[in-house]
């Protein structure tokens, strides 16, 4: 692979995913997502009559291009047509009016109403019941064959769940979108004042399992024998063994453990599972036993915004805030319970097969295993030809070892802006300036200088914390994570939640007012300060920081103790 050879997939504008994805993805997966995610968005788009279709997915040297289709684009079509012919397009063309008209009735009928519903009645228990068929299947008891079939069916189940999370990205983004769209020029606020007023309503973005960690934390706090077995010097494996087999605590701890065990902490296979992770699953119970904050919302902030808008659209306002707190948790839940949990089922296979295949002298490392195609993986275990040991490590060392800085943000040009919501017609418009809003919000950045000392980003909570900065480049660097520590990291995935309890502030170089890290900061109660673009560039792993939640400051106060 060409290291300096970064050829656009197509003609037109691609732009670099570097919020959600910060390093090649794993060639084992990378197929399966590119097929499905498109299908999945688009399918969340038409409920919504927007006049994006998609975004189309493209992987170059393994990082993840974008590039936005216009609903009836045109084949090869790179970017949106110009003004005046989208102005006749959108009021002439049979298809595109009734797209309009779908845009209109879903803000009539309440359109994400009923899609919370399919999730919660459809969508979300059946992905659960097909996760937990997946997850009861011992690997090691299969023979080769039916480790290649199971392999097949974590991957074809990870696609199917990738789909499932992006039938709900419209539904996630439009409500939020709409709330900034009205309430940032009724009041005069702040992106992030506004959606401090959904804080409380997505219990999920504390870190899944929750609830489980919760009641393990509660039995764990009232029983001084489990105390002792938590805070001793055993390695933290042991620690959760014992505590599992506590005829007490047991059957609190097992729940808690089998919840998370195999959830990626990542959006990738070669991300690891918090299962991997013992000394930070030990850590989350420690600070549960000592008490895990509740998730409540602000209503004196809710009414001092109000005060702020316009008595006429006061009735308004009141019913987008209410109704995008409705569906909020929705942003984090369709990760948790889709692709989040397929993926680690998906990278359970994926170790098993490269135990085998490292104990047989074929793979340098069982981890390789994730960088390798079906076929090759599925060859390999036939003992047929397949790729060699130095291929695997040559595929692994590329992913582990580049990240988005080393690829261009841009492929060809930039993108050109999005049609102004003005030209559009009137029942299209609400739906445009609500994504538009949405997508601002999610992927921009601060543009303020940063300095050695202090780093300027993006405020999502308010609030002042002082801690050691702890550097994490990926989910693997989890277990140097402490409690009190200021996670510094690019970005963050919903399945970061894992290690939320240990956290006292988080700062990332990426992402905006919407991005995960934003909402789990608020969520969570906690200072962060995201958009950075160069924290993990300029605070070093141990350095004493202030974040500063309010004026969305990171001020590096001390070095890190030699």
């Known amino acids: 692979m060409d290291e300096a050879n970064f050829e656009a997939p197509g003609k037109g504008s691609w732009e670099l995913d570097s919020t959600h994805f910060t390093r090649p993805i794993a060639r084992f997966s990378g197929d399966k997502i590119i097929e499905a995610f498109p299908r999945g968005f688009a399918e969340g788009t038409a409920r919504y009559g927007l006049l994006l279709d998609h975004l189309q997915p493209a992987l170059v040297n393994g990082f993840l291009y974008m590039q936005p289709v216009a609903y009836l684009a045109p084949p090869g079509a790179t970017a949106p047509p110009p003004a005046p012919v989208l102005w006749l397009l959108t009021r002439l063309h049979p298809k595109m009016r009734a797209r309009i008209a779908t845009s209109a009735r879903a803000f009539e009928a309440k359109q994400w109403r009923t899609d919370l519903e399919t999730w919660d009645t459809q969508d979300k228990p059946a992905a659960i ?20 079939a199971h392999l097949h069916d974590c991957r074809e189940h990870a696609a199917k769940m990738v789909e499932l999370h992006h039938k709900y990205t419209a539904t996630a983004i439009v409500l939020t979108g709409d709330l900034l769209a009205h309430a940032v020029p009724w009041t005069g606020a702040t992106p992030g004042e506004v959606l401090s007023l959904l804080k409380g309503s997505s219990p999920i ?12 934390g509660d039995a764990l706090a009232h029983n001084d024998r489990a105390l002792a077995v938590l805070r001793s010097d055993a390695p933290p494996a042991e620690r959760i063994e014992l505590l599992s087999e506590d005829q007490d605590v047991g059957p609190a701890v097992r729940a808690y453990v089998e919840a998370v065990r195999y959830r990626s902490v990542g959006y990738d296979v070669g991300d690891p599972s918090a299962g991997e992770m013992p000394e930070v699953m030990v850590q989350a119970l420690a600070t549960a036993a000592a008490g895990l904050p509740a998730p409540a919302s602000d209503e004196t902030a809710v009414e001092a915004l109000r005060v702020r808008v316009p008595t006429e659209h006061r009735a308004q306002f009141d019913e987008l805030v209410s109704e995008a707190r409705l569906v909020n948790r929705l942003r984090d839940e369709r990760g948790v319970y889709s692709d989040g949990w397929a993926t680690g089922l998906a990278r359970r296979a994926l170790l098993e097969a490269g135990r085998r295949l490292h104990a047989r002298g074929l793979l340098p490392d069982p981890s390789h295993a994730v960088d390798l195609k079906l076929d090759e993986l599925s060859a390999l275990l036939r003992g047929q030809p397949g790729p060699s040991p130095a291929e695997a490590a040559a595929h692994h060392e590329w992913r582990t070892t580049h990240a988005s800085e080393d690829a261009p943000p841009f492929l060809n040009s930039m993108p050109a802006p999005p049609p102004p919501a003005d030209i559009l017609p009137p029942a299209a418009r609400r739906a445009s300036r609500a994504v538009d809003a949405a997508l601002a919000n999610l992927f921009g950045v601060s543009e303020a200088a940063n300095s050695d000392q202090v780093l300027r980003g993006l405020s999502v909570n308010s609030g002042t914390y002082e801690g050691p900065a702890r550097l994490v480049d990926s989910p693997a660097d989890f277990g140097r994570i402490r409690h ?13 939640n894992v290690v939320l309890p240990l956290l006292g502030a988080i700062v990332t170089d990426r992402g905006g007012q919407l991005c995960h890290a934003a909402i789990v900061a608020r969520e969570y109660g906690i ?3 995201v958009g950075t673009r160069e924290a993990t560039t300029l605070i070093e792993d141990g350095d004493r920081v202030r974040v500063d939640g309010t004026t969305g400051e990171v001020h590096v106060l001390a070095p890190a103790a030699s």
């Not at 019941?129 to 290649?148: C, P």
């Not at 973005?205 to 393990?216: N, R």
């Open 129 to 148: 019941e097909r996760h937990k068929a997946i997850q009861i299947i011992d690997v090691a008891a299969l023979s080769d064959e039916g480790l290649v």
């Open 205 to 216: 973005s504390q870190g899944f399992a929750a609830d489980e960690l919760v009641k393990a």
């Open 527 to 529: 200072p962060g300060v």
């Open 484 to 496: 009190g520590d200021v996670l510094v990291t690019r970005s963050t995935s919903p399945y970061f």
